[in-house]
């Protein structure tokens, strides 16, 4: 079966780093999607990754490993304004769209 | 600013009741989609929509029903609503962008509650 796994939760300090894991297993595979989430508003695109590395935007950086099943998403700098689920999607080889559950992250002063 | 708007926010309703949800969006886009959102699980595919008219059902279309008459707006129904449909429902559209990978734009959402 279709499967992504991402942590439940995860707690940061305000101006440190944290990196968001996510493993999926998928029929075939066409790229893996990052999105934000703050609670009770839509969710907005963060990255997209189809192709092995590690794809930086800003205070933002997204890496994938193909052969692994494995990505992570690496916050910088944190702002308490950056508390908010992350969703972790992969795209199958229907370009069908498989969610993870989401990490919940906490950022605390 | 582009959007993608769901009429109603929060709705309450009773066991058999037929619901209405409401999705437009502003961007031309041709594909529109209905997902549910239930704590500690992924977002589920309700039913998309490649063009007007069109409908394509997604992982958990029981009890569920689209329509799609214009380009802008895709609507969800619930023919008669029950308490497992309790949930945050969202709407996203998405036009394809690098190779088929669609970048999706989400409404925000609309909480039913089913008494």
Redesign the interface.
């Known amino acids: 079966g279709q499967n ?1 796994d991402q942590p ?1 939760e995860m707690t940061a300090t305000e101006g440190a780093i944290v990196q968001i894991n996510c493993t999926y297993q998928t029929s075939g595979f ?2 893996l ?1 990052w ?1 934000q989430q703050h609670a ?6 963060l990255s ?1 990754n ?1 192709l092995d590395g590690l794809e930086e935007k800003g205070r933002f950086s997204s890496f994938l490993s193909r052969s692994k099943g494995y990505s992570y998403l690496l916050l910088k700098e944190l702002q308490m304004k950056d508390s908010a689920s992350y ?1 972790c ?1 992969a ?1 199958d080889s229907n ?8 990490t919940k992250l906490i950022i605390k002063p | 600013d582009v959007k ?1 708007t769901q009429s109603s926010r929060y709705l309450v309703k009773r066991t058999g009741e037929k619901v209405f949800l409401e999705c437009v969006q502003d961007m031309d886009h041709e594909n529109m989609f209905w997902y549910r959102q239930d704590p ?6 309700i039913y998309f929509s490649y063009d007007v008219k069109m409908k394509e059902k997604g992982d958990i279309p029981e009890g569920y029903s689209v329509s799609r008459e214009k380009k802008e707006r895709f609507s969800l129904i619930l023919e008669s609503a029950s308490t497992n449909q309790t949930s945050m429902y ?1 709407c996203a559209s998405s036009s394809k962008d ?1 190779a ?10 609309s909480r039913l509650t089913v008494l």
């Open positions: 992504i439940t066409n790229g999607f999105y009770g508003e839509a969710p907005t695109f997209y189809v969703l999607a795209l370009y069908q769209l498989i969610w993870g559950a989401g | 993608v500690g699980l992924g977002l589920r595919l969202l690098r088929g990978a669609n970048v999706l734009t989400f409404g925000a959402g």
